[in-house]
């Protein structure tokens, strides 16, 4: 267990934005990825900002908020359409490593599905549009789902979201991806989310 302390520290500490400034890379974890020119890299403190905002639907829960911070950890990176702070939803791109532990050899799917019934009970008008499939992530097996939810936020607006997660593992790790934008994808385009899935490369 402390080695895969260490591992995910280093991992947090030895990205680079490349020659690029579109591309991030972390050798330690062997993960890049380039966004659209036009998108911004959010920094830890701005995703720790992003989290504080979250509510869950009308009510000021205070220990929702709490549960929000306790299990959400720093990403890998992070990447937002429009500059802070935009007011609407800001289409959001996200990647996380994390150990495997007892799930080592599950099926991503099932990993997926393991987590469901959380975000049932966290966010309202919660509907599962596609329910965990098969897909395939930098040439390595994957897992798939999108949720479709109402996200309220401090000031009494509800915005109609569109959730999708990946699940890739590799090794004894798995990066789990997450992208947000509008179910009318009026303030961003899923196109961007999946051009910069696809520009993701995970080493072997």
Known sequence: MKFLQIFILAVYSSFVFAGNPN????SMAGFKVTKPTTWKFITVDENLENVKKTKKNKLNDTEFKQYMLKYS???LVAIMKHPEHFDDLNPTFRVNIKPL???????????????LPRFKTLFQDFNLVQPPMDTK??????AYMRMNYSLMIPDGRKFLTASELWIVPRGEFFFMIGAGTRQDEKTGSR??????????VLSK
């Not at 591309?23 to 972390?26: G, I, K, V, Y």
């Not at 532990?101 to 987590?115: R, S, T």
Request: aromatic share 6%.
């Open 73 to 75: 950890t720093v990403p």
């Open 137 to 142: 992530v930098s040439g390595l097996n994957a």
């Open 101 to 115: 532990g007892n799930l080592d050899g599950a099926d991503p799917k099932q990993m997926l599905n393991l987590i």
């Open 191 to 200: 196109k961007d989310i999946y051009k910069i899935l696809s520009s993701v």
């Open 23 to 26: 591309d991030f890379e972390s």
